[in-house]
Nanobody, 126 residues
Framework: QVQLVESGGGLVQAGGSLRLSCAAS??????????MGWYRQGPGKQRELVAT???????NYADSVKGRFTIARDNAKNTVYLQMNRLKPEDTAVYYC??????????????????WGQGTQVTVSS
C-alpha cells in the first residue's frame, strides 16, 4: 500500500510563511499518483479543501487561500508541497495531505487507492 508522510508544520506569527511537504512511498508495491492535494481542519470546523494538483500540473485553490498559498509537486520524488505565505490566524488548522492513484502488489492488482496522511499542525499567532 501507499503511505503519505507530511512535514513542515509549526508555529508562526501572522504574516509569516511555512512550507509543508508530503512524500508518498510504498514498501513492496509499485504505484502511480494521479491527483494530490492539501486539506485542513480547524478547531470546531469540518475538513475543507485547500489546494489540489493533478499529475499534469493543473491546480485548484480554495478562495480563502488564493494569492497566498501555492501548491506544487515533484513527480520524480512523489512529493507535493504547499507554500503558505502571508499566513493569518484563521489558517490555523491540522493540514492533511491526500493522494489517489493505482498500486500493484507483487502478483496482485492493480488497485485504486485514495489515502490521507496523518496530518501536521499549523498554528498562526496574531
Amino acid at each position: 500500500q501507499v503511505q503519505l508522510v507530511e512535514s513542515g508544520g509549526g508555529l508562526v506569527q501572522a504574516g509569516g510563511s511555512l512550507r509543508l511537504s508530503c512524500a508518498a512511498s510504498a514498501s513492496g508495491s509499485i504505484f502511480s499518483i494521479n491527483a494530490m492535494g492539501w486539506y485542513r481542519q480547524g478547531p470546531g470546523k469540518q475538513r475543507e479543501l485547500v489546494a489540489t494538483i493533478t499529475s499534469g500540473g493543473s491546480t485548484n485553490y480554495a478562495d480563502s487561500v488564493k494569492g497566498r498559498f501555492t501548491i506544487a509537486r515533484d513527480n520524480a520524488k512523489n512529493t507535493v508541497y504547499l507554500q503558505m505565505n502571508r499566513l493569518k490566524p484563521e489558517d490555523t488548522a491540522v493540514y492533511y495531505c491526500k493522494a489517489n492513484g493505482l498500486y500493484i502488489d507483487p502478483g496482485d492488482g492493480p488497485y485504486d487507492y485514495d489515502y490521507w496522511g496523518q496530518g501536521t499542525q499549523v498554528t498562526v499567532s496574531s
